[in-house]
């Protein structure tokens, strides 16, 4: 059954959904094999090309679902089966799955793409050939576990994706493991992530478990068909799901308290963090909840906890990105943000404009982070130039960090192409008319509009340091005079890194004609699976466009980028003239303040007095006190060793004595025939003769064992 | 409440016997040791004298039915005391040639055959654990009787050490067991089994973990690895014991419990000592080609009649056949008896101080310089692969016999060819004896002469009697099964 | 117990892969014994020779004399717990226990396991 399975309707393609899965994994082992002796163009086209065709099947799949949009189940294996246990894996498809394979594959194979040309760089200013493939390998295996992940028929099997992207992601965030501060900040970026998601993920397990335990089942279909009636029985029992869950999506989808591994996680290449870090992994958790809605529909407490996380999440890290100079940092604290931004709208039952701003967000900020790219390259490469210059002596340049924004500056000349990329990818955060993300940014404000005003508000006050944040960064990156000479000298990266620049652009642009207001294309699309589960009733509410909540944000954005303009273009460039070391025009006015952002209110100083550093304590005193003195000092030394010290001396006199007299005796002389080999079992050695016994005891089970079943 | 107590008499004049013995013994002078020796034998002869007496046609309960005295048993007490006297007969000379006459081992020895007889009279399976300890440990500490030699120490730890593993492989089984059956009666371990009462899971492993516990006592491959080493190491007069007696205990346990509470397990059980019983058949005899040393090589001879032994245990559910079976390995029991006394009669005659004496080769010339010890070994090999006129091949007969209509053809064709293949190291030994030159040294100890004389009668003239005698182990059994 | 395979199959999978692993290693790794690294403890004691100093045989002859008579000993309490239901049989059979208590105390103490000189 592997074309057009013929139902009432037509043929579908939904039998090709397992390649979803094949491809990624195709193309990872090919790399895996061969990719030693490939050219570097090979193995990036290769990796590409094992994406771009995943979309392709991925695109087959919403032609599919056009005629049959209710979707369907491909069931794969029988994963587990033990008593009454069983969980099969089966590829769900559906609207809701269909959408998350589209961006995937398909702004992960734009995302691909351009690592081709950015990871040589890499290559070429870095050394190591070898890190190329291990790249591209990682890669495919990321989007292989996503792919996993958003197929996926039950919660073991998501679970399974979920763990397969975090690992993943650390292997990519600690991917120049040799780099970063001391030699290992890179691989403790790594540490920090891995650990701080496996928090997060011990609260998915309990989650799932808590499940099986009242729904017998970790299958979506089984689970969403008896809320109603465990709703009815055990209301808490669904609350400690979500809200387990809940812990799940703070850890993946940087949600406070759990968000302090991202920003850390942008020592990883800037593609890495265009893909995982930004459009696709972390969104995973606004997925899960979405996918989950028939359950968040039944607890409220549930949902406005949910809502409220995301809201608070949003604005926290909102300011957090206003005082931040890396130009990647204050990316990534927007990511959080924007994360906050769906999080709060699948918390308040905004399931479409949740997944809306999913979308539009994959667009522009994998735009904004693959021109960072481009701009971060830009300035190497006028950094290698400036070196070039000063053959020979000690430049100054070695010092300077390629990502801190003071050192860039009057980089529009330079880089015109990036310029305009990075201009539309902000003016599409900012949430300016019509670009992508005012569309969806809106629906969510207006949605918290009618639900409660004060998440209305605090999202609205996020949404105006949005739009400060990023007028601030394109003013000081692009803006202005070059403050370095890295920056003056920088230069335009090649077509292979512009292209999927400019391909995101347009999708930024136009991104929100998605589900324009009135038409609501993806609404109606992802009705069919956010509406069409059995018992839950009002899954999707469609709100009505509003003039007013449209134009205070409009009004807010552009009030933000005005104030922006004026404090960093017109303050900024006097200030500029009379210090050499650029100061932020905030830390002059509002030092305190600006600290404290700078900063990022301390929190990661907070959980290492509050939780590292206790945690280390304790780990020490058990490895020096319980292991060191007792275990190994006491127990073993003093007790084991000692005894059987004791013990060897009455055993290894006579064996060793036994043995040689009996070669002395000529006991070793008859070996013949194929009795001999059985002789030689006889070792002499009691450990032996015991090991035999246990065999036997072995084999006497193992029989019993297919015998009694 | 103290009439049953009668049931078990033999035990408790023998056990008894043996403490007083250890008493008696302190006011014994040095050199007049004989004289614990003849006390000893003079304990088992009462034993004997006791057992027959009261021997009787109804099985009685003893200690709360924790024992029982049946016809089985009987049977089995007079074996023991047998293996008891023809210890005492080889082991005296023996021990003052090799300058270890402590007189602690006839107390011990008498310790240890308690110990089996109450493995016989066992009617619960605690009381087959107790009695297990209680015939291994002597048994462990005459093993290292000879001290001052490190093969005899490595011996006696050596198989301390695998019998406290064995040991704990039973004890496990029997907690399995009482976990299954809420019992550890046999009689209610079959009542529940019957019932289906009873979780056939834990069942059939806590039966297999017996198995494996009394495996290893009676040396089935692959818990036979002990052996070699052990009977090696261990004062030969011990090892002769020690081949018999602990041997018979094993297979009174094992055919007891099995037969008696397992039958309705046989579909999974008889597989496994099918393969057992086959496994140990071929194991022990081929190995037992290529050794050099007479004490190795009984040694293995030994491991290979355990599987012969263990053919007897196939027949498990078939009740028609299980007492005959029964009898079949008690009757083979006691021409293994018989036969390898006097074998190792013959190896204690010619062992010599140091462990020297112990090789095949040191036998040439045995034929010509001492045709009369040479012509008793020859009777002991032929009873031991099997040859008419002796009693070892009507034990193979009478085995064979019942295996073969229990349906085992295989099992019984493997036990054939592997007692050709053991023609082969058997003959090796009467072959040096006759065909080749050399200069044998033979102790001067009338006892072992006598000993290896009587026995090699026995062996001839038992089998031409052997009916009675087998009618007496049927009888025997049939009072067990029941 | 057929859904028990797999779990039967990841066993035999596991020690498989677990095996080949190891066999790897012996097969490609190099092997340079140096007489430390060939010791039970590398980096440790050497655990032949006497180990630990030396103790007159005596104190473990003495010990074991106690653990076994305290040990038999114990066996008192729970027959006194019941003595009266028991009545003259259990007086009878402790006797007897006892008795043969006493000859392993008079064996032990005739044979001069008791004496430090």
């Known amino acids: 059954m592997l074309f057009g399975e013929t139902t009432t309707t037509g043929p579908t393609f939904f039998a090709l959904a397992p390649l979803v899965l094949l491809f990624p994994l195709l193309g990872l082992l090919i790399n895996l094999i061969w990719g030693g002796r490939l050219p570097e163009k090979a193995i990036g086209g290769i990796a590409s090309g094992a994406v771009g065709l995943t979309f392709g099947v991925a695109i087959l799949q919403m032609l599919s679902l056009f005629s049959h949009p209710e979707g369907t189940v491909i069931p794969l294996v029988d994963w587990i089966t033990i008593g009454e246990l069983n969980i099969s894996w089966g590829i769900q498809v559906d609207t809701l799955s269909v959408t998350m394979m589209l961006v995937v594959s398909g702004v992960g194979c734009l995302i691909h793409i351009y690592a081709i040309a950015y990871m040589h760089d890499d290559v070429r200013l870095n050394g190591d050939p070898a890190r190329y493939r291990r790249f591209f390998v990682f890669f495919n295996l990321f989007i292989l576990a996503m792919m996993t992940l958003v197929s996926a028929d039950n919660y073991l099997m998501l679970f399974v994706g979920w763990e397969g992207v975090g690992l993943c992601s650390y292997l990519l965030i600690g991917f120049w493991y040799d780099k970063g501060k001391d030699g290992i900040g890179n691989a403790l970026a790594g540490n920090k992530a891995f650990i701080t998601n496996r928090i997060g993920d011990f609260g998915f397990l309990l989650a799932a478990f808590t499940m099986f335990g009242l729904f017998g089942s970790f299958d979506f279909d089984q689970v969403f068909g008896q809320v109603e009636q465990v709703a009815e029985l055990l209301p808490t029992g669904i609350l400690l799901i979500t809200i387990f869950m809940l812990i799940g999506v703070t850890g993946k989808s940087a949600q406070l308290p759990l968000y302090v591994w991202l920003p850390d996680a942008m020592a990883g290449p800037t593609p890495v963090s265009a893909l995982i870090h930004a459009a696709t992994m972390v969104t995973a958790g606004v997925y899960l909840i979405t996918r989950s809605h028939p359950l968040y529909a039944v607890v409220p407490q549930a949902q406005s906890l949910v809502a409220w ?10 300011t957090i990105a206003i005082a931040q ?21 699948v918390g308040m039952g905004a399931y479409v404009p949740g997944m809306f701003h999913l979308v539009t967000h994959a667009f522009f900020k994998a735009l904004l982070f693959l021109s960072s790219g481009s701009v971060i390259q830009g300035v190497e490469r006028g950094l290698h130039e400036v070196e070039h210059h000063h053959k020979g002596k000690h430049s100054a340049g070695h010092h300077l960090d390629p990502q801190d924004m003071r050192n860039m500056g ?7 192409t990036t310029f305009w990329v990075y201009l539309i990818g902000a003016l599409a955060l900012a949430g300016i008319m019509p670009l992508a993300g005012f569309w969806s940014k809106d629906e969510i404000l207006l949605k918290a509009s009618y639900k409660d005003v004060r998440l209305y508000t605090l999202l609205s006050i996020a949404a105006f340091f949005t739009a400060f944040y990023m007028a601030r960064q394109i003013i ?10 890295a920056a003056a000298y920088a230069s335009e990266s090649p077509k292979l890194i512009t292209i999927p620049l400019i391909i995101l652009a347009v999708l930024s642009v136009f991104g929100g004609a998605l589900n324009l207001p009135g038409i609501h294309a993806f609404g109606h699309w992802l009705e069919h699976t956010v509406h069409h589960v059995p018992g839950v009733k009002g899954g999707v509410e469609l709100p009505e466009f509003s003039l007013q909540v449209a134009a205070i944000s409009t009004g807010i954005a552009l009030l933000a980028i005005i104030l922006g303009w004026l404090i960093y273009a017109r303050w900024g460039e006097t200030l500029q003239k009379e210090k050499k070391p650029y100061v932020d025009p905030l830390e002059l006015t509002a030092k305190p303040i600006f600290s404290v952002l700078t900063n990022k209110y301390w929190v990661d100083e907070l959980y290492w007095a509050l939780l590292v550093n206790p945690y280390k304590a304790f780990s020490r005193w058990l490895a020096e006190q319980v292991d060191w003195r007792f275990w190994h000092d006491w127990l ?9 010290k004791r013990l060897t001396v009455l055993l290894a006199q006579p064996i060793d004595l036994g043995i040689i007299d009996g070669i002395a005796n000529g006991l070793a002389t008859l070996i013949q025939g194929g009795a001999a080999y059985l002789r030689r079992f006889q070792t002499g050695y009691v450990r032996n003769y015991a090991l035999a016994v246990f065999f036997g005891v072995v084999a006497i089970m193992s029989y019993l064992i297919f015998v009694l079943r | 409440m103290w009439a049953d107590r009668l049931a078990v008499l033999p035990v408790i004049v023998i056990g008894a016997w043996a403490v007083l013995l250890t008493v008696a013994d302190l006011y014994i002078p040095e050199h007049r040791r004989r004289i614990t020796a003849i006390l000893a034998a003079l304990g088992l002869i009462v ?3 006791v057992n027959l007496f009261i021997q009787r046609h109804n099985p009685q309960t003893a200690y709360f039915g924790l024992a029982i005295a049946d016809g089985f048993s009987s049977f089995l007490n007079v074996l023991f005391l047998l293996s008891g006297l023809l210890g005492i007969a080889v082991a005296h000379g023996y021990l003052q040639r090799q300058n270890i006459a402590r007189s602690e081992y006839y107390s011990l020895l008498l310790f240890s055959i308690s110990g089996m007889m109450l493995m016989g009279m066992a009617a619960d399976l605690i009381i087959v654990f107790i009695a297990l300890e209680l015939l291994s440990i002597p048994l462990y500490v005459m093993a290292g009787f000879h001290r001052d030699r490190l093969d005899s120490e490595e011996a006696a730890l050596k198989y301390f050490l695998l019998g406290a593993f064995a040991g704990g492989f039973v004890v496990y089984g029997i907690a399995l067991i009482y976990g299954a059956t809420g019992s550890t009666r046999i009689a209610a371990i079959l009542s529940a089994v019957q019932s289906g009462s009873a979780s056939p899971i834990l069942l059939t492993v806590g039966a297999a973990l017996i198995l494996v516990g009394l495996g290893f006592k009676v040396a089935a491959v692959p818990f036979h690895m002990w052996t070699p080493d052990v009977y090696q190491g261990a004062p030969s007069s011990v090892t002769a014991f020690m081949a018999v007696g602990a041997k018979a205990a094993g297979f009174a346990a094992l055919l007891r419990v099995f037969l008696l509470a397992f039958p309705t397990l046989s579909d999974k059980l008889v597989p496994l000592l099918w393969a057992l019983a086959a496994l140990t058949m071929i194991v022990g005899n081929i190995v037992a080609i290529v050794q050099s040393n007479i004490k190795r090589l009984l040694a293995y001879s030994s491991i290979a009649h355990a599987g012969y032994i263990l053919m007897a245990t196939v027949t498990l559910g078939q009740s028609r056949l299980m007492a005959d079976a029964a009898a079949a390995a008690l009757f083979y029991l006691l021409a293994y008896l018989l036969t390898n006394f006097g074998a190792w009669a013959v190896v204690i005659a010619l062992e010599r101080e140091e462990g020297k004496g112990l090789s095949i080769q040191d036998y040439a010339g045995l034929g010509k310089k001492y045709p009369a010890l040479a012509a008793a070994m020859s009777v002991f090999m032929l009873s031991l692969i099997g040859v008419p006129p002796t009693v070892g091949f009507l034990g193979k007969f009478y085995l064979f016999r019942a295996v073969l209509e229990g349906g085992f053809v295989g099992l019984a064709v493997i036990g054939v060819l592997t007692s050709l293949v053991s023609a082969y190291y058997y003959l090796r030994v009467v072959v040096v004896m006759y065909m080749q030159e050399g200069e044998p040294v033979v102790n001067r100890d009338a006892l072992l002469h006598w000993t290896a004389a009587l026995s090699a ?8 009697f052997a009916t009675p005698l087998f009618q007496w182990a049927t009888q025997a059994t049939l009072y067990a099964a029941q | 117990m057929s859904e028990y395979l797999p779990l039967v199959v990841l066993f035999i999978l596991s020690t498989l892969v677990a095996a080949i692993a190891v066999a790897l290693g012996h097969l490609f790794g190099p092997r340079r014994p140096t007489e430390r690294k060939l010791q039970p403890y590398e980096s440790g004691m050497t655990p032949f020779g006497p180990g630990t100093r030396r103790m007159p045989v005596r104190f473990y002859l003495v010990a074991v004399l106690f653990i076994l008579f305290d040990i038999e000993v114990v066996f008192f309490i729970p027959w006194a717990v019941v003595y009266r239901k028991l009545g003259l049989f259990g007086f009878v059979e402790m006797l007897l226990f006892a008795g043969i208590l006493e000859i392993a105390f008079v064996y032990a103490w005739k044979k001069g396991a008791l004496e430090w000189e």
Do not use: C
Request: no cysteine.
């Open chain 1, 410 to 416: 009057g980089l529009r000349e330079r880089m015109p």
């Open chain 2, 47 to 49: 034993g004997l004298v």
């Open chain 1, 325 to 345: 100079f890396d130009i990647k940092k204050v990316l990534a604290y927007s990511t959080i943000s924007q994360l906050g931004f769906m999080v709060a709208a």
């Open chain 2, 457 to 464: 009668i026995a062996v001839l003239a038992l089998s031409l």
């Open chain 1, 476 to 485: 000081l990156v692009f803006f202005g005079k070059p403050r370095s000479e």
């Open chain 1, 309 to 318: 996380v995301g809201t608070l999440t949003a604005l926290f890290a909102a």
């Open chain 1, 636 to 644: 073993h030394d003093a007790v084991l060793v000692n005894g059987f």
